[in-house]
Structure formats: C-alpha cells, structure tokens
C-alpha cells in the first residue's frame, strides 16, 4: 500500500506559477504511471497530467496543455506538477494518485490529503 502526501500549493495572481509535489510517505510508486487530479467546488474531480512509470511520456488535459508539465524523480520517489500560467479556473484541490496505463485519466488507489491551489484574477 502506497500512501501518498501532496504538498506546494497556495495563493497566487492570475498568471503565477506553482509547483506541486507528490511524493509516497510509504512504499513506493517508482515502477507505476502517475497522475495529477483536481476538483474545483462544485465539480466532479478532473484528470490533470499523467506520466508513465519512466518519465518518458506524459499526457494532459485539453485546459492545461502548454501550460503545465508533469516529471518525476524515481530516486525520490516524487513526482512534481509544474504549474504555469495559472488561471483562475485552474483553483481547485489538487491530488496525486496512480493510474493504470499510459493515456489513461483514472486514477488507481487511495488518494493523499490534496493540497490547495487557489489562483486570484
């Protein structure tokens, strides 16, 4: 069992930059696909960004695409969102969770406490 710790959002202005972490505070997720989740108020919970067990590819959603990119260190057992350009629709809870395949936008498993990304127009 994976338990995953969200980490790196807050407040910031239309047009800022955040960099999210989720890294496994038990076991490990370095041989799996990853994604990225959010859910703004009011709204069922989005697929973000995926990436594959190496780092090798990455896939997005349509709203973040240019804007955000997806990596992660198997040395760390992390993976980071990058968050650039941020808008404020991009406000919402922020998770990590595993996915099952490369292209993939559901998630596997439990998820972490989330972490908070709130963008200001």
């Known amino acids: ?25 038990r076991g490990t997720f370095s041989r799996v696909a990853m994604g990225w989740f959010r859910q703004a108020p009011g709204k069922e919970r989005e697929f973000v ?3 594959d067990w190496s780092g090798g590819t990455t896939w997005y959603a349509d709203s973040v695409k240019g804007r955000f990119a997806i990596s ?5 057992n ?15 809870m922020y998770y990590c969770a595993r996915v099952p395949v490369v292209n993939a936008r559901r998630a596997l498993g439990s998820w972490g406490q989330g972490t908070q990304v709130t963008v200001s127009s």
């Open 1 to 25: 069992q994976v338990q995953l710790v969200e980490s790196g959002g807050g407040l910031v202005q239309a047009g800022g930059s955040l960099r999210l972490s989720c890294a496994a505070s």
């Open 72 to 76: 992660r260190d198997n040395a760390k």
């Open 78 to 92: 992390t993976v980071y969102l990058q968050m650039n350009s941020l808008k404020p629709e991009d406000t919402a």
């Open 49 to 51: 960004a995926g990436i």
